[in-house]
């Protein structure tokens, strides 16, 4: 599973490399370039990459300062496809996806500004 080893505004190192795009985080590989329709605003087809990697949790990161909404909606979209919904500021959510990646199919899905 890939290690989260660095968050600050705009910049995360995952297995020592530098991103400084938002991204998602699956277990063998990384979208090192995920954008949404509405840049602060989740909706569910911004995670139907996720929705189809199955995994058991997803992380939602909604940036440093906690930004991005992630509306019931959207939640409730992946809690009926069987995935566990973790929403927090990005660095929150950064440890939350260390804690879990190891021990259970955790996915990432981070904003790393605002």
Known sequence: MKRISQ??????????????????????????????????????????????????????????????????ETVKWLEDRGIEVKVARTGEAVDIYNALKDNTEAVAALHLTC
């Open 7 to 72: 968050y600050s505004f705009g910049s995360i190192i995952i297995d020592g490399r530098n991103y400084r795009s938002d991204v998602i985080i699956f277990p063998g590989r990384i979208n090192p370039s995920w954008w949404r329709k509405e840049g602060h605003y989740l909706r569910p087809e911004d995670l139907e990459e996720v929705a189809a990697a199955k995994p058991s949790v997803v992380v939602i990161g909604t940036g440093a300062s906690g930004v991005m909404h992630v509306p019931a």
